[in-house]
């Protein structure tokens, strides 16, 4: 991260904390929901299929910029599948680093090709080891891998959410995010349980377990892109919900924290990390924020 980026997102902190605003910080354009996967645990791929136009997205992109969001994510749908005319993610990542977004991030499923040394980090979903990994995204493990060892840059994280399936696979990824090249780290998600998906959700107990192993992968020097200090509160569903600092925009439609937010109810069991890192930064919460800054500037 460039020191000037890290000032100004400094800045936003502390300004956050000291007079409890809750202005946004990160932001997500949902470029489409076409994806070529059907994910076990997703409910959110192929329901309209569109693959939004070039000139809508960056006006989401400015609607955000102006909004004062400062990080923000492409996501999907599977955001490789976008494209306009000659236009591709790629062309959208540029085009957010031109516009003023301090940080640019991309998630994945990672079946194409990667070219995107432009991003801050490419969020790219592994699910377990090959058996689980598969039994929850269809037969794309090797694929993926092929694609990740020939990217032609070292900013991948995996990003893996934990549910019924592959609950017992998160050594298997981190291992494997600390073992292959162009991997600079892996970040976790619980599953969050939709209703079409409930019966992949974690219990407390069983998320605590997953905390202990990842807390012990990273004695064990994985690179873990998440904050141990909030794990009690994951563990909980104890932090604070919606997060006010995160916005979405999906086809013009602006929702606070997640496209799940109209979902009743589901924010009492939310499983997104992010959601509780941020939130708990914000309240001004100390270890966190120690622990964010140390991490953060280790892996962006
Ligand atoms: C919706 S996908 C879109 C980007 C891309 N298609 C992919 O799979 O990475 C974004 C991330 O959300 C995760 N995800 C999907 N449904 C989820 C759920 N119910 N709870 C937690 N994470 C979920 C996926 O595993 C993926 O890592
Ligand atoms: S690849 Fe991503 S968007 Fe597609 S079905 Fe899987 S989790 Fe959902
Ligand atoms: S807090 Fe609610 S809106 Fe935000 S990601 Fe979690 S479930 Fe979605």
């Not at 569109?50 to 989401?60: A, F, L, N, T």
């Not at 069983?206 to 990842?214: G, L, M, P, R, S």
């Not at 012990?216 to 892109?225: D, R």
Request: contains cysteine; proline residues 4%; aromatic residues 10%.
């Amino acid at each position: 991260m460039k020191l000037s980026a890290f000032w100004s997102l400094f800045r936003f902190g502390v300004k956050t904390v000291l007079f409890r605003k809750s202005d946004p910080i990160l932001g997500t354009v949902i470029v489409t929901d076409k994806c070529n996967l059907k994910c076990k645990h997703c409910s959110v791929n192929n329901i309209t299929s569109v693959i939004h136009p070039y000139e809508q997205i960056r006006r989401e992109m400015q609607t955000l910029l102006d909004m004062g969001v400062k990080i923000l994510f492409f996501c999907g749908g599977e955001t490789f599948l976008w494209k306009d005319g000659d236009k591709t993610l790629k062309d959208l990542v540029i085009e957010a680093k031109k516009m003023g977004f301090l940080i640019v991030n991309a998630v994945t499923n990672g079946t194409f090709p990667i070219d995107l040394p432009e991003a801050d980090l490419i969020l790219l979903s592994l699910d377990g080891d090959r058996e689980r990994h598969n039994a929850i995204r269809g037969d794309t493990y090797d694929i993926i891998m092929e694609n990740v060892r020939a990217a032609t840059s070292d900013n991948i994280c995996f990003y893996m959410a934990i549910n019924q399936i592959n609950k017992d696979a998160i050594r298997d990824v981190c291992v494997t995010a600390r073992d292959t090249k162009n991997v600079r780290a892996v970040s976790f998600n619980f599953h969050t349980p939709y209703p079409d998906t409930r019966e992949l959700a974690l219990s407390k107990r069983e998320k605590a377990e997953c905390c202990e192993v990842i807390k012990q992968m990273m004695k064990e020097k994985a690179p873990v892109f998440n904050l141990k200090s909030a794990f009690p509160y994951l563990i909980n569903n104890s932090f604070p919900t919606p997060c006010k600092q995160c916005l979405v925009i999906e086809n013009g439609k602006i929702s606070v924290c997640g496209r799940c937010i109209d979902v009743p109810g589901l924010c009492d069991e939310c499983g997104y990390f992010f959601v509780a890192e941020y939130t708990l930064l914000f309240k001004g919460n100390l270890k966190i924020i120690f622990e964010m800054l140390r991490t953060y500037l280790k892996y962006i």
